[in-house]
């Protein structure tokens, strides 16, 4: 009987496995998504209590908080537009990732990737409430709260080599929080020149993958990982005071917000920062930079092995709006290969400072500028100590009308600093790049320029 039942399982074992790979080379090679059928709607008065209170959470903000309101218009505009809307913005989605799909064409035996379908479905996102706040700055705040319960049919094609894979994204759902500011107001339709986007908390998103005619994002521990993996992605590009800045009329028809003065910052040390190597140490080094300036991220130097470090590292920032900018310190920890860990960050407001007026901050280090995100957090992180002084430029007090002296000068009749509270004769060279044309050569993936003066090289952004 031992010996049968042995026999048995060789022979099962034997069968099984070609036939399991027969079976899943077919399902790989024809397997088709499947298309996407209209969500069933219940009116209200159809559903028990149960139901109505599971419906609580999404219930609109404009019910349970008074400081949004009702914008039932908007939603209808959304809605009559959707349908245009969803061409355009899949038009975009199709020029923007060609070339991001054409450089991989070619390697790793790809041959193609494609959109075999695209659509953003019927149901259009809905405003559940939206918050205006007042601002003493020229500038307009607006803080929606979207819902979007979705049914894209996006379906992508990789074909490698004689195989063809497809990918469908389905059963999209996503809420975010967003701070859209319209500024400057100028009188030039539509009465602003700038677009700025910020995310007041992380995004919470929803969605399902079908990958061989099975949903991937029902392997254990996957669906997790995508979703941490996209909340941090998504934070650390757009997660407030971190900002998208969408330009909209051309600055050359519009009064461009220029340079008032000059951020001395004086990295210092850090205390008692994350231990994140194997060896019980860490490897740190700091990021800094001004919220809204568009420019390079300044660093200090790495040192090694030092949960202690002290840099004493100078740094000049150029200063738009003290009013509104923030000054936004990261400190990271070097690894030699893969992504840098972040040990902590934190910010100070710039109207904090007195002009020409030194003043040290020593500030713990937080997971995230938004101690709401994760209130459980309680690690201590460690300390970063800063000397910050904001220089703002003189008045210019050469005048072209008006009475003149003569050698064509006249005195603004403004009092001006002593030398000794202008730092170094704070003054700055404003050189804007505005692009670039007929380049030699027949691909550029990552162009950016670079300009020099006097010793010193400053680099544009990749495009």
């Known amino acids: 009987m031992g010996l049968l039942s042995t026999l048995l399982g060789i022979i099962g074992f034997g069968i099984g496995i070609p036939f399991g790979l027969v079976v899943g080379f077919f399902l790989f090679i024809y397997s088709k998504p499947k298309p996407v059928k209209e ?3 219940r009116p209200l008065y159809e559903l028990d209590s149960s139901a109505l209170l599971d419906l609580l959470p999404d219930i609109p903000l404009w019910v349970k908080c008074p400081d949004y309101e009702r914008v039932d218009w908007l939603n209808k505009f959304v809605t009559d537009m959707w349908p245009y809307l969803d061409k355009a913005v899949c038009a975009r989605i199709r020029s923007v990732t060609e070339p991001i799909f054409a450089e991989y064409i070619g390697k790793f035996q790809i041959e193609a990737i494609e959109f075999d379908n695209l659509s953003l479905g019927t149901i259009p996102p809905e405003i559940h409430g939206l918050k205006v706040s007042e601002s003493n700055e020229n500038e307009l705040v607006l803080e929606p709260a979207i819902r979007w319960a979705g049914n894209p049919n996006i379906v992508l094609v990789l074909k490698l080599l004689f195989f063809r894979i497809t990918v469908q994204l389905v059963d999209l759902q996503m809420f975010m929080a967003p701070r859209i500011t319209l500024k400057p107001l100028v009188p030039t339709l539509p009465c602003f020149a700038t677009v700025v986007v910020s995310l007041l908390d992380k995004p919470e998103v929803d969605f399902g993958m079908n990958l061989l005619g099975g949903d991937i994002m029902a392997i ?41 003065g000059i951020l001395h910052v004086k990295v210092v040390r850090a205390q008692k920062l994350l231990k994140k190597d194997i060896l019980g140490t860490s490897d740190p080094y700091v990021k800094l930079n001004l919220t809204g300036d568009g420019l390079p ?18 740094f000049k920032l150029i200063v738009k709006d003290p009013q509104s900018q923030v000054l936004q310190l990261q400190v990271f920890d070097w690894d030699k290969v893969g992504t840098h860990d972040r040990l902590g960050m934190q910010f100070v407001p710039l109207k904090l400072l007195t002009p020409y007026e030194t003043k ?58 002593s030398d000794s509270e202008v730092f170094g004769g704070a003054g700055l060279l404003s050189v804007l790049v505005q692009g670039a044309e007929d380049v030699e050569g027949e691909r550029h993936s990552n162009p950016y320029a670079v300009v020099l003066f006097r010793g010193e090289k400053k680099k544009t952004k990749l495009v």
């Open 39 to 41: 969500p069933i709607t």
């Open 220 to 260: 254990p521990g996957l669906y997790q990982f995508i979703q941490k993996t996209i909340k941090r992605q998504v934070a650390s590009l757009y997660l407030w005071p971190q900002t998208l800045e969408i330009p909209i009329l051309d600055p050359a028809t519009v009064a461009v917000r220029k340079p008032v």
């Open 297 to 314: 991220e300044k660093k200090t130097t790495i040192k090694k092995r030092n949960l202690n470090p002290e840099w004493n590292e100078e």
């Open 360 to 417: 040290e901050f020593k500030l713990d280090l937080l997971k995230h500028t938004n101690v709401n995100i994760d209130p459980q957090d309680k690690k201590q992180r460690g300390k970063i100590v800063v000397e910050l002084t904001y220089a703002p430029f003189r008045e210019d007090s050469i005048k072209l009308d008006g009475p003149h002296d003569g050698y064509g000068r006249k005195e603004s009749g403004l009092d001006r600093p």
